[in-house]
């Protein structure tokens, strides 16, 4: 057992060693080139040390500091320029260069014997160790992989050990045979040395890497006023937020290491001489250097994984306070070695480290700006602080007493260190390219006498969306006399505006207004005498009841219908005994028109005890039939009809009104009744139960989620975890919040699914007749990765979880180095290792293919995951696995059984030839498949007519077929050709005839059937939106380009304004900018002032299908936020997920560089395409002044849309046809 465990464990090294063959060669370069320079710093150091000491008093020790310190700032801060303008690579060269050669000549300047070259070279050592280290990692953080980073991080730091403990044991031999003086050409030989690993380095970087990149800070700047001055600066400070606590950190660091230098200086000098000393010192570097070795190695790395790179960064400055307390007690010479040796074993190893890797999220352009004021300033003007301090407390204090400073300044830096993780976290979320999270949303003061006026004015306007949606406002708000404006609604020019007011009359019967509404019992539309009659029956007048019999043989069956509810409602047995015969008689009708009436006449009575003729209603054979029944029963809230709305969940057609009629139900009664649905394996009606439950909302809804998240399928449990994100959203709590099941729970479980899948994957990818089981685990495996970030975003801020998985999922290493480095920070628990892991795994294949057993172990693992798709596939490639093979599992379905799963995979691999789907999972394909029917042609049989509507595409699957427009031939069409894709989105016009060449069989798949299956499966909708979204995208930016250049002269304005829109996702100011009129526009933007938020809705060409009662409810989902002028609102390259249209204020259009493209103003609107494609924004856009922006985000117009089929079928087909005509 042990050998094959061995030989699994040296396989998978190997196969990651290969696959990162390429980072372990660049580790290698920078191991050398790290042991090359701390073994010449080690060595440099120690000479000059031995040097100064043995030539003067100590005295002048502390006296060195000051200089030593100007020194190393003034170098700091030149290389802070040249860092700026020169590339990493060839600054490091000149660095090494110029050190090399300054090394020979001070050696020079030793044998003159001159006094003063002395100390030269023991501040001019530091300085030229100082270049050398900076370089390296700077040169380091621009060539590695920053993914990698962590793992790698400890290699290359090792480097720098391994040169401090072979020069310090090799110190104590050539002191002794060459002499201190000599130890100067071994110090500029090593740093000479590190040329040979840079130009290597340079050659192994790719052309991605930032050391290509052309650092300009100033650009970062855009537009912004203030140049290089304090305005610069605090630009760099927004840049770098955490810089100033990883600077007083540092700052505090170094001067508590100066004064133990100082400390160790002092009583190292009273007992040693010479080459003694440097004898001792090179012994002392040696065995310190052994033990920071062992830390770096089976330490530092298991130290940062998992207690984090926050809480790593306190052990060293925690390390010294004890040590320091310690001198203080104990002043020898032990002890001192004891506290220095810590800045060599922890300070070198994880000290050393987290610093490198707390800089590495920030973006190159800054990087080199933060570490050179850290370097250069922060640091050693700490380090000239303590030299004034040791000026000036030296001939005062003791070397013991010094300890008191030291540990007042490692409690300053301990408290530095804690409030950096917040900063830090604010850098990561900003690499991340996500949004700020603490946008404040600014609602309408509806109580202010400005917002009273605006609303009364609007019911007076001709147009009924804003009337109505006016009037639902005020009709909620308290104080407001609505009863005054009743007489000039009931006039309006709207059926709408009048029946929303005889409504009103009914339920309220306000006094004055009888003869008001019996005024329109005489009016001309059915509706309107209906609406009348009931609010005239409301006031329950003896003399109305006679009037109110006749309706009951009214021709129209809405009147007869609103007798039969004024009987029922207002006259009580009398009125009953009189309408109980009519409504027998119309529940029977054979009239579908009459049983609707029927249907929402009990909503209309709001009876709970007339609710069993809705049970057979809601089993109607009309689905309009149905709606009705569902509409009343959301009124009646009747548990005994809740076995007959379920079942309709399982229908587009009365999908939205059943869920509304679940979710008007009280939480206490709904929820025990849905439970056994949605326990229940299998239940056609499950999948849209996570949806109703979200509606209810609550604690008891999110338990009841939880709870059955575990035994769900796939499907199911992205469904379930959907909802959760949607109540957490709604409700702000975590929807765990003592639940028996928590979101950590689904989480963990989910971990071992990836794990599952990625295993798997790899292996079978290996094995060439294998690879289509390998690519539909791979597709499990990123599925399940998108689901734990949802459960992870249930426990912690889900914005900041969706950015993380947005980045960690893209390509650009930095960002996903952030994207770890945020889980790491945030995620606590026994989950928090586990994510780690996971968001550190690459799936790659397998380096040699699997044996037969393990293939079999892996193929019954992915069985047992219950994913219907991978187990189709699994299934159709049988033929090449033994049916006693995975257990015995494949033995368990039947013949009939392989062969419907070879043909659902044959159908997806012709789906995957249309171009329209090209992008889709193997899974959404196999449902699109489900869909398919075969069509059989005889020759010369026309498939398709030109000028005919069509509404169906077609894929041949045998035969060929010849198109031919205006009778002529244009082509042949093969098997696997597929002809009339954009006619299942848009229903357009045939352009050409297309007929059987011969004897043909075709796959048919019919628009009502993509677009019922679209709004049951919500990602199989959103990634055919974002395939047609992404196409319309770069036909766009084609299209821009190719007008760009004919507009420069008579339109550039214009044409600007157009590229930009498009580039900021908003296609719709786009079209605006080119086809709208400017008096048009005027008009829209001045007149909208009533109903902001619908005017600038409307004027989104991708709700424009959306109902006028759509757009009422759409308008209530949007947020109102208001920005300073200046203020960022997106910014070029974080994801897209919510549109803004533009109610006051203007927004300035801009590239990241700053340079304007554009300026939208009120009415315009941008983000469009975010909506439906979540991709990252292409330009950033900025307040021009105070503005008032609408913001839609994407979750809840995606929730608006997939619950009205309609909605749905609008959005795609604009889509569809926007590409089509933009093609042309």
């Known amino acids: 057992m042990g050998r094959p465990n061995l030989r699994k464990r040296l396989s998978g090294s190997l196969t990651a060693f290969t696959a990162d063959r390429e980072e372990y060669g660049k580790v290698l370069l920078l191991f050398g080139y790290l042991f090359c320079a701390v073994s010449a710093s080690t060595i440099g150091r120690t000479a000059a040390d031995a040097m100064f000491l043995s030539r003067f008093d100590s005295a002048l020790l502390s006296k060195m500091y000051l200089p030593q310190a100007l020194a190393l700032m003034a170098a700091g801060v030149a290389y802070q320029r040249l860092g700026g303008r020169w590339r990493q690579d060839r600054l490091a060269l000149a660095v090494i260069a110029g050190a090399g050669g300054l090394s020979l000549l001070s050696r020079a300047g030793v044998a003159a014997g001159q006094s003063w070259v002395f100390p030269v070279i023991y501040i001019g050592y530091d300085v030229l160790n100082f270049l050398m280290v900076v370089s390296f990692w700077q040169l380091a953080a621009s060539v590695m992989d920053q993914r990698k980073a962590k793992r790698m991080i400890g290699l290359v730091g090792s480097g720098g050990i391994a040169g401090g403990i072979v020069s310090g044991f090799a110190l104590k031999g050539l002191s002794g045979a060459i002499g201190t003086e000599n130890l100067i050409y071994c110090y500029a030989l090593l740093q000479l040395l590190c040329l040979v690993f840079v130009i290597g380095l340079a050659r192994r970087a790719g052309a991605g890497s930032d050391l290509f990149a052309s650092p300009s800070p100033s650009a970062g700047n855009g537009g912004k006023k203030g140049g290089a001055g304090g305005g610069s600066f605090r630009t760099f400070m927004e840049h770098v937020p955490h810089l100033k606590y990883v600077a007083i950190m540092s700052g505090a660091v170094v001067l508590s290491l100066v004064l133990i230098d100082y400390q160790f200086k002092v009583i190292l000098k009273g007992t040693l001489q010479d080459d003694a000393l440097a004898g001792f010192m090179g012994s002392f570097y040696g065995f310190s250097g052994l033990l920071a070795l062992a830390v770096q190695l089976l330490v530092s790395g298991r130290l940062i994984s998992r207690f984090g790179v926050m809480t790593a960064l306190l052990l060293f400055p925690l390390a010294l306070l004890a040590g320091s307390f310690g001198v203080l007690l104990i002043p020898v010479l032990a002890m001192a070695v004891s506290v220095k040796g810590t800045d060599k074993v922890l300070g070198d190893t994880v000290y050393s480290s987290v610093n490198q890797l707390i800089m590495f999220p920030v973006a190159p352009e800054w990087r080199g700006r933060a570490k050179g004021f850290l370097d250069g300033v922060a640091r050693n003007g700490a380090k000239g602080l303590a030299a004034l301090l040791l000026i000036a407390l030296s001939p005062l204090l003791s070397a013991a007493q010094f300890s008191y400073l030291i540990m007042a300044a490692l409690l300053i830096a301990v408290i530095a260190a804690i409030r950096l993780r917040g900063a830090y976290m604010q850098l990561l979320l900003r690499s991340l390219r996500t949004q700020d999270l603490d946008l404040q949303e600014t609602r309408l003061d509806l109580m202010d006498p400005a917002s009273r006026k605006l609303l009364t004015d609007a019911i007076a306007s001709e147009d009924a969306a804003q009337a109505l949606y006016a009037l639902r406002v005020l009709e909620r708000l308290e104080g407001f006399e609505l009863e005054a404006h009743l007489p000039s609604l009931l006039r309006h020019s709207s059926a709408e505006v009048k029946r929303w007011a005889l409504d009103w009359i009914r339920r309220h019967t306000p006094a ?331 799936s790659r294949p397998l380096a040699e293919q699997p044996d037969q057993a393990t293939v079999h172990t892996h193929i019954a693992g992915l069985l047992e995951t219950g994913e219907v798709w991978l187990r189709s596939v699994i299934l159709a490639s049988a033929a090449g696995l033994s049916a006693d093979g995975a257990g015995g599992r494949l033995a368990r379905w039947t013949a009939d059984e392989h062969k419907q799963a070879a043909a659902e995979v044959e159908r997806v691999r012709l789906l995957r030839s249309v171009s329209l789907f090209q992008g889709l999972t193997g899974r959404e394909l196999a449902a699109l498949g489900t869909r398919l029917r075969e069509v059989l042609a005889a020759e010369g049989q026309p498939i398709i007519t030109e000028g005919e509507t069509g509404d169906a595409l077609y894929v041949i699957r045998e035969g060929s077929a010849e198109v031919l427009r205006g009778g002529q031939r244009l082509g042949l069409l093969a098997p696997g050709d597929c002809f009339g894709e954009m006619a299942v989105l848009t229903s357009s016009v045939r352009a050409a005839t297309v007929r059987a060449a011969g004897g043909s069989r075709l796959w048919r798949l019919d628009s009502e059937d993509v677009y019922d299956l679209l709004f049951d499966h919500k990602e199989m909708a959103l990634s055919l939106m974002a395939i047609l979204s992404r196409r319309l995208r770069t036909v766009n930016r084609e299209a821009a380009a190719a007008v760009a250049g004919p507009l420069a002269d008579s339109g550039q304005t214009e044409a600007q304004s157009s590229v930009a829109a498009i580039a900021a996702g908003g296609l719709e100011a786009a079209a605006v900018e080119l086809r709208t009129e400017p008096g048009r526009r005027q008009e829209a933007a001045t007149s909208g002032a009533i109903l902001r938020r619908i005017l600038v809705l409307q004027r989104i060409d991708l709700f424009a299908h959306v109902s006028a009662d759509d757009f009422v409810q759409l308008a209530g989902m949007v947020q109102e936020i208001r920005y300073e002028a200046g203020e960022a609102i997106v910014r070029e390259g974080e994801p897209g997920d919510c549109l803004y249209g533009i109610i006051e204020g203007s927004v300035r259009v801009h590239s990241g560089g700053g340079q304007q493209l554009a300026l939208l103003s009120s009415g315009d609107c941008f983000g469009e395409m975010a909506l439906i494609d979540g991709e990252p924004r292409s330009a950033s856009c900025t307040a021009a002044g105070p503005a008032l922006l609408l913001r839609l985000p994407r979750e809840q117009a995606l929730s608006f849309c997939f619950t009205r089929l309609d909605v749905l079928k609008s959005m795609m087909r604009v889509l569809a046809v926007r590409l089509r005509d933009t093609q042309k």
């Not at 009953?576 to 009519?582: E, I, L, S, W």
């Not at 689905?623 to 548990?639: D, G, H, M, N």
Request: hydrophobic share 50%; net charge negative; proline share 5%.
């Open 512 to 842: 004055g207004l009888e003869e008001e509404a019996l005024r329109l019992t005489g009016a001309e539309e059915p509706v309107i005498r209906a609406r009348a009659w009931l609010a005239v029956a409301a006031y329950a007048r003896e003399e109305h009841l006679e009037p109110l019999t006749g309706l009951l043989q009214d021709q129209a069956i809405v009147v007869r219908s609103a007798g039969i509810a004024g009987l029922i409602q207002h006259y009580g047995i009398e009125g009953m005994f009189r309408a109980v015969g009519t409504l027998k008689e119309l529940l029977d009708s054979p009239e579908e028109e009459e049983r609707q009436a029927m249907a929402a006449l009990f909503g209309e009575l709001g009876l709970p005890s007339f609710y069993k003729p809705l049970l057979r209603l809601l089993q109607d054979e009309s689905a309009q039939v149905r709606v009705r029944a569902l509409e009343s029963a959301a009124v009646l809230q009747v548990p005994e009809l809740v076995q007959a709305i379920v079942p309709l969940l399982s229908y587009g057609s009365t999908r939205a009104p059943a869920l509304h009629a679940l979710a008007s139900y009280e939480e206490a009664v709904i929820l025990p009744l849905l439970g056994p649905y949605l326990q229940e394996a299998g239940h056609p009606a499950a999948p849209f139960l996570p949806q109703a439950l979200a509606l209810i909302g609550g604690q008891r809804a999110s338990s009841l989620l939880l709870s059955v998240y575990g035994k769900a399928d796939e499907e199911l449990r992205g469904r379930l975890l959907d909802a959760l994100v949607a109540i957490r959203a709604e409700a702000g709590f975590s929807p765990d919040e003592g639940a028996g099941t928590t979101a950590e729970d689904c989480a963990a479980a989910e971990l071992e699914r990836y794990w599952l899948y990625a295993h798997a994957s790899e292996a079978l990818a290996a094995a060439p007749e294998l690879a289509e089981i390998a690519a539909a685990a791979d597709e499990a495996r990123l599925r399940t990765a998108e689901r734990i970030f949802g459960l992870l975003a249930l426990s912690y801020d889900p914005q900041t979880m969706k950015a993380v998985h947005v980045n960690w999922s893209g390509t650009d290493a930095r960002r996903q180095a952030s994207a770890a480095e945020v889980v790491d920070q945030l995620v606590s628990g026994r989950l928090r290792s586990s994510i780690a892991q996971m968001m550190a795994h690459a």
